[in-house]
């Protein structure tokens, strides 16, 4: 996968998606990739995010994270998203980034970039196939590539089995409830499919 460039964007609130992003970067750059990890702005009041410990631990964490920005995605040959599910649907902190896009949209620099996108929720049912399905709705308007996993590798069956991207679910103790071992290694598929896209894509 040399020569190809991903970028990553993310949005976590209590990191698992942070963590999703990190595997994603490290299977990535496994393949030869260039990479870029980078964050979306955080919207919510910081007396919001104080006021929650778990909230307040993860934006320290990642303070050193680049904010995403649209050099980011124009350089990039490919993009994968990963955000939690809000009410089924994305964050308002990925779709703000989402809709300030509209002058590389209008410049037809985001047609043909190969994306896929990953999530989560705080149960089995909480929406997270609605929210992979909701970004790439967008991404459709973009005239991009989208590279979901679909049924590609016995991996995707191993945490829950879904097509579109991966998906965990958040426990009571704020960890993926799945088997970690299993969600690294379906990380790594989607990764590694969205990069096989990309490569034929570019040529």
Known sequence: ????????????????????????????????????????????????????PAWKAQKEAEKDIPVASSDDLDWADAIIFSAPTRFGTMPSQ????????G?????????????SAMTSAQNPHGGQEGTVKEIYTVMMHWGAIIAAPGYTNDIVYSIGGNP??????????????ED????????KHQVNRTLEVAKLVKG
């Open 180 to 187: 970690e071992e299993n969600v690294k290694a379906a990380v």
């Open 164 to 177: 579109y991207g991966t998906s965990v679910t958040q426990g009571q103790d704020g960890n993926i409830v």
């Open 103 to 115: 002058g590389l949209w209008g410049q037809g620099k985001l047609v043909n970039k190969v994306v």
């Open 94 to 101: 990925l779709k703000q980034f989402i809709d300030i896009q």
């Open 1 to 52: 996968m040399k020569d190809l460039k991903l970028t990553l964007v993310y949005y976590s609130m209590t990191g698992i998606n942070f963590k999703l992003a990190k595997w994603a970067k490290e299977a990535a750059e496994q393949a030869g990739a260039e990479v870029r990890l980078r964050k979306v702005q955080e919207l919510a009041p910081e007396a919001v995010v104080n006021s929650s």
